[in-house]
């Protein structure tokens, strides 16, 4: 699919110095992905599914929020990017965004995030370790 067929419902670049956008990282969000665009002359563009996402965390520095910025963290299941931040203008509206379209994507999928980690190992209990004979 063309990157022009996308609609895009959110579109931010990168933060820098004041909250400026003087960067060559972009940030998209679709209804199924949230993809990272960075370089000038050679452009990496990173894609996550957005059901595999399984923690987000806000970040609102003093010198960030005085120019109406934060940092998104983002935890996924994927393999090519686990974890990176977000520095973006009005964080608290990515973040409701997230939350509503990530939501929206499970329930497609059928996944939930407890589905997208290992099980835990079995508890041993008490009896098990006592040696007195």
Same mark, same amino acid.
């Given at each position: 699919?063309?990157?022009?067929?996308?609609?895009?419902?959110?579109?931010?670049?990168?933060?820098?110095?004041?909250?400026?956008?003087?960067?060559?990282?972009?940030?998209?969000?679709?209804?199924?992905?949230?993809?990272?665009?960075?370089?000038?002359?050679?452009?990496?563009?990173? *894609?996550? +599914? %957005?059901?595999?996402?399984?923690?987000?965390? /806000?970040?609102?520095? !003093?010198? =960030?929020?005085?120019?109406?910025?934060?940092?998104?963290?983002?935890?996924?299941?994927?393999?090519?990017?686990? *974890?990176? +931040? %977000?520095?973006?203008?009005?964080?608290?509206? /990515?973040?409701?965004? !997230?939350? =509503?379209?990530?939501?929206?994507?499970?329930?497609?999928?059928?996944?939930?995030?407890?589905?997208?980690?290992?099980?835990?190992?079995?508890?041993?209990?008490?009896?098990?370790?006592?040696?007195?004979?």
């Amino acid at each position: 699919m063309a990157k022009e067929n996308f609609h895009y419902l959110w579109k931010d670049r990168k933060r820098t110095f004041l909250g400026l956008p003087w960067s060559f990282t972009v940030y998209y969000l679709t209804e199924e992905k949230l993809i990272c665009q960075r370089g000038f002359l050679n452009i990496i563009e990173d *894609e996550i +599914d %957005l059901y595999k996402i399984t923690d987000k965390r /806000l970040i609102l520095p !003093l010198g =960030q929020r005085i120019f109406s910025c934060g940092t998104v963290h983002i935890c996924s299941r994927d393999v090519t990017l686990p *974890e990176f +931040d %977000l520095v973006v203008k009005n964080p608290r509206q /990515l973040m409701e965004l !997230l939350d =509503q379209y990530v939501n929206q994507a499970r329930d497609h999928y059928g996944t939930r995030g407890r589905d997208l980690y290992a099980p835990p190992f079995p508890q041993h209990d008490e009896e098990d370790t006592d040696n007195s004979d």
